[in-house]
T-cell receptor, first 113, second 110 residues
Framework: KAGVTQTPRYLIKTRGQQVTLSCSPI?????VSWYQQTPGQGLQFLFE???????NKGNFPGRFSGRQFSNSRSEMNVSTLELGDSALYLC????????????FGEGSRLTVL | GQNIDQPTEMTATEGAIVQINCTYQ??????LFWYQQHAGEAPTFLSY????GLEEKGRFSSFLSRSKGYSYLLLKELQMKDSASYLC???????????FGTGTQLKVEL
């Protein structure tokens, strides 16, 4: 069974640009969550999608947005990039029922110059 | 608000036992998770507690006291490969949103 796949793995952008990150969940998982990981703040929740609907949202500005498609694949977008957006963006999928454990992808490492 | 505290760093000796503590104050509680993250890799699930008590899984055990807002992860028979960051996370409500602590960097030495 394939794991969570995130693309691209690494990218460099400049301030003011926008970026789109993609996540393909484990087959059969309908919940996809996004987290930002930085050395100082740890993992911070961005948002969760379930069946194409945003189910939970973290405390990030409106520049951060996401969506989920009918095949459960998800994208997140960050507009008007700032230096502080440099981070590892992790996607996690989960199945319904059970413990609800998250299965994380390897992440997309974004550097903003 | 949400607050999860765990030590920043710990060092232990190969073959020994180490306990990583986590205290939490969250607006709701629907379970506590422990994840392991090796440098440059994705976090991987270790354990889940929703009721008070001890959950044992091989060399790893996790304990929860909901009344005290406290959990610990116990690692026995430490191996060098256990050197990693250990993340405590609380599910405060419905869905799969987790609130994470900043992680405990464990270094296992010979």
């Amino acid at each position: 069974k394939a794991g969570v796949t995130q693309t691209p793995r690494y990218l460099i952008k400049t301030r003011g640009q926008q970026v789109t990150l993609s996540c393909s969940p484990i087959s059969g998982h309908r919940s996809v969550s996004w987290y930002q990981q930085t050395p100082g703040q740890g993992l911070q929740f961005l948002f969760e999608y379930f069946s194409e609907t945003q189910r939970n949202k973290g405390n990030f500005p409106g520049r951060f947005s996401g969506r989920q498609f009918s095949n459960s694949r998800s994208e997140m977008n960050v507009s008007t990039l700032e230096l502080g957006d440099s981070a590892l963006y992790l996607c996690a999928s989960s199945s319904q029922g059970g413990t609800g454990e998250l299965f994380f992808g390897e992440g997309s490492r974004l550097t903003v110059l | 608000g949400q607050n999860i505290d765990q030590p920043t760093e710990m060092t232990a000796t190969e073959g020994a036992i180490v306990q990583i503590n986590c205290t939490y104050q969250t607006s709701g509680f629907n379970g506590l998770f422990w994840y392991q993250q090796h440098a440059g890799e994705a976090p991987t699930f270790l354990s889940y507690n929703v009721l008070d008590g001890l959950e044992e899984k091989g060399r790893f055990s996790s304990f929860l006291s909901r009344s005290k807002g406290y959990s610990y992860l116990l690692l026995k028979e430490l191996q060098m490969k256990d050197s990693a960051s250990y993340l405590c996370a609380v599910k405060p409500g419905g869905g799969n949103k987790l609130t994470f602590g900043t992680g405990t960097q464990l270094k296992v030495e010979l």
